[in-house]
């Protein structure tokens, strides 16, 4: 393994990084992160990649590689029969980009089990050509393509592909264009693949349908999705309430992130949402983890999930900062979980816990066997109460 990210390397230095590579049969991991290699470096490693027979992670975002580079890595991969992980974030590959994305998961015989595409602005046009290498891929199982300008026609083309796609399991579409109809595609898309675990859809303007492809994702006990990822998508109480009775239902989703970015009013879920959610968790079994930060479930919706959270027996993780609680809502959540001792983390950042709180909550940290994360951030504990957690911390084994 080798790391030189942010090494002022250049198209130089990694001509000669590649002559390296050419003969090595013991380096597996090489990261070239940030060097500005460019076309003429992202060249000469392709050229390495068609002999070298023992790499197989490669890091190369942010490196300026365009569509020359592109174009040769593509073809390098071709005949590459090892190299597994290829990072290209940040390069803004272009046209010939979308070629080197159909080349990498093209084909049976191929051996590319994670690739990343972020911000490369390949758009819909790029996601449908890689759509079409989906379909009769089978061994990525990672396909990150978070910021790169794909609408709904390219999202209905995923979506086509994840319904005949046997393998992966990992789906990240975070901060794109995809509204309303590319949603309820994926939604369908989701009812047919049997394989996918995770998809992040973080910062998309899904809209009313997009509510619907939620519950597609995450309802009836047939699937495997067990991680969905919908922050900042401006779900509101109806869409958490459609959440919830998915969640019903549902025997396999494992981690929901609800959560925004507290300085734009991204999912709006109020008390009433939180209701719907807490009551789903009554009776759900098997979500571990649930992230509703930077919401407006205020006191009572917090209530209301500390009620659940007496008689729910699996969640491990909970995060309900930024959501205007009172001292009284927070503690009221940690006096169930000190008779209760599973969460593992637990987010409780701005929640208006004076020194007081602190004092209690440190009662909380000290005789907890199971808590290993515990968010304090932007409270106003004061001296005494910041000791008294640090006191706690540091008493623990």
Not at 146 to 166: C, K, M, P, R, Y
Not at 300 to 327: K, P, Q, R, W, Y
């Amino acid at each position: 393994s080798l790391g030189l990210s942010r090494c002022s390397i250049g198209p130089t230095g990694a001509a000669e990084i590649a002559e390296y590579v050419s003969g090595s049969g013991v380096l597996t991991n090489l990261s070239l992160g940030d060097n500005n290699i460019s076309d003429e470096g992202a060249k000469a490693l392709a050229a390495a990649l068609r002999v070298n027979g023992a790499l197989t992670h490669l890091d190369l975002e942010k490196n300026r590689i365009r569509d020359e580079g592109a174009k040769a890595i593509g073809e390098a991969l071709r005949v590459n029969g090892v190299l597994n992980n290829i990072d290209l974030r940040y390069n803004n590959l272009g046209d010939e980009g979308k070629g080197v994305i159909r080349d990498a998961v093209s084909g049976r015989e191929g051996v590319l089990t994670t690739l990343k595409l972020v911000d490369n602005n390949i758009g819909d046009e790029g996601a449908v050509a890689l759509a079409s290498a989906l379909r009769v891929n089978a061994v990525l199982t990672e396909l990150m393509l978070f910021a790169n300008a794909i609408g709904d026609e390219g999202a209905t083309a995923l979506a086509s592909a994840l319904e005949v796609n046997g393998v992966l399991t990992n789906l990240v579409l975070f901060r794109n264009n995809i509204g309303e109809k590319g949603a309820k595609a994926l939604a369908s898309g989701l009812r047919f693949n049997g394989v996918l675990k995770s998809i992040d859809l973080r910062f998309n303007d899904l809209g009313d349908e997009g509510k619907g492809a939620i519950r597609d994702a995450v309802s009836g006990r047939v699937g495997v999705l067990t991680n969905l990822n919908l922050y900042g998508n401006e779900i509101g109480d109806e869409g958490a309430t459609a959440i919830a009775e998915a969640l019903r239902g549902n025997g396999v989703l494992k981690t929901l992130n609800l959560s925004q970015n507290q300085l734009l009013p991204f999912n709006r879920i109020s008390a009433a949402g939180a209701a719907a959610i807490a009551e789903a968790l009554r009776g759900n079994g098997v979500l571990t983890d649930l992230n509703l930060w930077g919401n407006g479930i205020g006191d009572e919706g917090a209530m209301a999930i500390g009620e659940a959270l007496a008689v729910n027996g699996v969640l491990t993780s909970l995060d309900v900062g930024g959501n205007s609680l009172t001292e009284e809502a927070a503690l009221s959540i940690v006096r169930v979980e000190r008779q209760r001792n599973k969460l593992t983390s637990l987010g409780l950042a701005a929640c208006g816990i004076g020194p007081t709180g602190a004092e209690e909550l440190a009662e909380y940290v000290s005789g907890s066997a199971v808590l290993k994360n515990i968010d304090l951030s932007y409270n106003n504990l004061g001296d005494e109460g910041e000791k008294a957690i640090h006191d706690a911390v540091s008493g623990r084994e």
